[in-house]
C-alpha cells in the first residue's frame, strides 16, 4: 500500500473526529472572537478541532510537517519532506450562522503536491476523499467532473468582486455565478461535477484548498491558480496566487478571457 493510501485513511478518520467536536458546538452559541488585522472570525470550536488535530496526526506521522490556520506558523515546516496542510472549520461563519456548508479540510503534502487530501462536511455526511492516482469518491462512491465543453451555460461557484471587468481583459464571461461559503467545499462541488467551475483571484491560504486541488485534479477537473499557472504548497508565505478549478473545457475558456 502506498504510503498516499495509509495516509488518506488516517484523514478520514481524523476528519470524521473533528466532526464529532464540531457537531457538539453547531448551532449551540459557541464563544466568538475575531483575529487580529481583520482575519475574520474564529470560535472554540476551531481551536477544539485543531488542538485535537494537532496531537493525533503528529502522533501518529511525527516526521511530517504541520500548517493550519489556526496554529501560529513556522519555518519549520519548509524543510519537511511531507507536511499536514489543516483548516479545522472551512467556512467558520457558516458555522456561526448555522450553516451545515462548512467543512474540515485535510491534506499531506509531499515535496510541494497534495498526495491526500479529505474534505468532510459532518452536519451533512459528506467525506470526499482521494490520494494521488486514486481518483475521487464522496461517500465511497466515484465521482468525476462535468463534461460541459465551454463558458455558455456554465454553472460557477464564486463571488462578486471576481467578475469585475479588470480581471477579464477579454471579456466578462457569460456564466452563471453561484455561492457557497467554503472554498474546500466550493472545489468538491466541481470535483463532483455539480458546477461546472469555481474561482477565486485573491491571494488564497493554502489551507483552504489543498484537500480541494487533489479532489478536483483527480476527478478529472483542471486545477490551476488565478493565473493559469501550476499550484505548489509549503510556501513561505502559506499562500497561492488564487485558484481556478473546473471542467477541462469550462477551465480552458475561461483563461482564454484572462490572458486575452
Same mark, same amino acid.
Request: zero cysteines.
Given at each position: 500500500?502506498?504510503?498516499s493510501?495509509?495516509?488518506l485513511? =488516517?484523514?478520514?478518520?481524523?476528519?470524521?473526529?473533528?466532526?464529532?467536536?464540531?457537531?457538539?458546538?453547531?448551532?449551540r $452559541?459557541p464563544?466568538?472572537?475575531?483575529?487580529?488585522?481583520?482575519?475574520?472570525p474564529v470560535?472554540?470550536?476551531d481551536i477544539a478541532?485543531?488542538?485535537?488535530? *494537532?496531537?493525533?496526526l503528529?502522533?501518529?506521522?511525527?516526521?511530517?510537517g504541520?500548517?493550519?490556520?489556526e496554529?501560529m506558523?513556522?519555518?519549520d515546516r519548509?524543510?519537511a519532506?511531507r507536511?499536514?496542510?489543516?483548516d479545522?472549520i472551512d467556512?467558520? *461563519?457558516?458555522?456561526i450562522d %448555522?450553516s451545515?456548508?462548512?467543512?474540515?479540510?485535510?491534506a499531506?503534502?509531499?515535496h510541494?503536491?497534495v498526495i491526500a487530501?479529505v474534505v468532510?462536511l459532518?452536519?451533512m455526511?459528506?467525506?470526499?476523499?482521494s490520494?494521488?492516482g486514486?481518483?475521487?469518491? =464522496?461517500?465511497g462512491a466515484a465521482?468525476?467532473?462535468s463534461?460541459?465543453?465551454g463558458?455558455? $451555460?456554465a454553472?460557477v461557484?464564486?463571488t462578486?468582486?471576481?467578475m469585475?471587468? $479588470?480581471?477579464w481583459p477579454g471579456g466578462?464571461?457569460l456564466?452563471t455565478?453561484?455561492?457557497?461559503?467554503s472554498?474546500a467545499?466550493r472545489?468538491? =462541488?466541481?470535483? &463532483?461535477?455539480?458546477? $461546472?467551475?469555481?474561482?477565486?483571484?485573491r491571494?488564497t491560504?493554502?489551507w483552504d484548498?489543498a484537500?480541494g486541488?487533489l479532489i478536483a485534479? &483527480?476527478?478529472g477537473?483542471t486545477v490551476t491558480?488565478g493565473?493559469?499557472?501550476p499550484i505548489?504548497?509549503?510556501?513561505p508565505?502559506?499562500?497561492?496566487? %488564487?485558484?481556478?478549478t473546473g471542467?477541462?473545457g469550462?477551465?480552458a475558456?475561461?483563461?482564454r478571457r484572462?490572458?486575452?
Amino acid at each position: 500500500m502506498q504510503a498516499s493510501d495509509t495516509d488518506l485513511t =488516517l484523514l478520514i478518520d481524523a476528519a470524521r473526529a473533528a466532526g464529532k467536536i464540531a457537531a457538539r458546538h453547531f448551532k449551540r $452559541d459557541p464563544e466568538t472572537w475575531h483575529k487580529p488585522d481583520d482575519a475574520g472570525p474564529v470560535t472554540e470550536a476551531d481551536i477544539a478541532i485543531d488542538t485535537m488535530l *494537532r496531537s493525533e496526526l503528529l502522533a501518529a506521522r511525527p516526521g511530517y510537517g504541520w500548517l493550519s490556520e489556526e496554529t501560529m506558523d513556522t519555518p519549520d515546516r519548509l524543510a519537511a519532506e511531507r507536511l499536514f496542510i489543516i483548516d479545522p472549520i472551512d467556512g467558520t *461563519r457558516a458555522f456561526i450562522d %448555522g450553516s451545515r456548508a462548512f467543512a474540515h479540510s485535510l491534506a499531506v503534502v509531499e515535496h510541494g503536491q497534495v498526495i491526500a487530501g479529505v474534505v468532510y462536511l459532518p452536519m451533512m455526511d459528506k467525506i470526499y476523499a482521494s490520494a494521488v492516482g486514486r481518483g475521487a469518491t =464522496l461517500n465511497g462512491a466515484a465521482i468525476s467532473a462535468s463534461a460541459l465543453g465551454g463558458e455558455a $451555460d456554465a454553472t460557477v461557484l464564486t463571488t462578486k468582486p471576481n467578475m469585475r471587468a $479588470d480581471h477579464w481583459p477579454g471579456g466578462v464571461p457569460l456564466i452563471t455565478p453561484q455561492y457557497r461559503s467554503s472554498l474546500a467545499y466550493r472545489m468538491s =462541488l466541481v470535483a &463532483e461535477g455539480r458546477f $461546472d467551475a469555481m474561482m477565486t483571484f485573491r491571494d488564497t491560504w493554502e489551507w483552504d484548498i489543498a484537500a480541494g486541488v487533489l479532489i478536483a485534479h &483527480e476527478a478529472g477537473a483542471t486545477v490551476t491558480d488565478g493565473h493559469g499557472g501550476p499550484i505548489r504548497f509549503n510556501n513561505p508565505s502559506g499562500q497561492v496566487a %488564487g485558484v481556478v478549478t473546473g471542467a477541462p473545457g469550462v477551465h480552458a475558456a475561461l483563461m482564454r478571457r484572462r490572458a486575452a
